[in-house]
């Protein structure tokens, strides 16, 4: 998944859309958002950028809280989860909106499984009407229509530039870098280290997925725990939050300027 021609493709894609958007609402993992933003941002210069701090409902509130008063001295910002009204996201949008006559056109972007397309989908509801193409703009786009507003129906993904063995590993925790593609074992176990911290373990890696395992009966033929399953099946319940509800970055002071 994290080979360059797959993220250079992804990249000219949302070049493209750009043309067509003078918004970019930049969806971000509230338990994770600098890992979440450690893409090339400068792709987004010109455009009129609002950020989500989304599924909040999995973070840490105090943290979310210390994030949100960060990010507020750049760029606007809400907090979201999926149980949310979307009118609060239709509503942030309006009132940030740098066109005043005339359409605001907005892109929804992010690294992969932020929820996108959970809030794409929840705009997209039977009430609100596809639009067609608008002249000058890039063809084949789908437009939902949201009143004063055109939003994109095709989410931008992009890739985190993994400039680091933490961010790599708090991408793994929530989900946004998946657990297979992952043929560095010191990720994982970083990974682990941090998720730890939360739930006060001293046991090593290995004891607790032994332990994880063998109580969900994932045991291979020889007799040992099956490694692959036991842990894939591991790191989608913690990014889940069958654990509990963790912010991963706390230093709110690695937010970067615009
Ligand atoms: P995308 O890759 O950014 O488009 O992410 P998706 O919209 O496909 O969502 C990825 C997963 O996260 C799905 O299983 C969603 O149901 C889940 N999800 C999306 N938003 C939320 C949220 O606010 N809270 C929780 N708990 N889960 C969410």
């Known amino acids: ?27 971000l993992d509230a338990r994770a958002p600098f890992a979440t933003t450690a893409f090339e941002r400068n792709i987004f210069t010109g455009k009129n950028i609002l950020y989500v701090l989304n599924k909040a409902d999995l973070a840490n509130k105090k943290y979310t809280k210390l994030w949100m008063e960060k990010i507020k001295e750049t760029s606007p910002v809400i907090s979201f989860s999926k149980a949310e009204s ?14 005043k006559l005339g359409e605001t056109r907005v892109l929804i972007a992010g690294v992969p499984n932020v929820g996108k397309s959970t809030i794409i989908n929840k705009f997209s509801g039977r009430k609100l009407a596809k639009t067609g193409m608008a002249p000058g703009i890039t063809r084949g786009l ?22 680091n063995k933490d961010v790599a590993a708090k991408l793994l925790l929530i989900g946004s870098l998946p657990v297979e593609s992952i043929d560095k074992y010191d990720i994982i176990t970083r990974a682990y280290e941090i998720f ?8 090593t890696f290995e004891e607790f997925l032994e332990e994880y395992g ?3 009966g994932f045991i291979s033929k020889g007799g ?14 913690i990014s889940e939050g069958k654990f ?3 912010t ?9 300027q615009e």
């Open 1 to 27: 998944m994290w080979y360059p021609g797959h993220i250079n493709k992804a990249k000219r894609k949302i070049k493209e859309y750009l043309k067509a958007v003078d918004t970019v609402l930049i969806v």
């Open 86 to 99: 979307v009118n609060k996201i239709k509503g942030f949008i309006n009132s940030h909106s740098k066109k």
């Open 142 to 163: 789908q437009w939902i229509n949201l009143g004063s507003v055109k939003l994109l129906d095709t989410p931008g993904i992009l890739y985190s530039k993994l400039f």
């Open 196 to 203: 730890k911290v939360e739930l006060n373990l001293d046991k």
């Open 214 to 216: 063998k109580k969900r």
């Open 224 to 237: 040992n725990i099956d490694f692959e399953r036991t842990k894939n099946n591991l790191f989608k319940a």
């Open 244 to 246: 509990g509800f963790f």
């Open 248 to 256: 991963y970055d706390k230093e709110v002071a690695l937010w970067m």
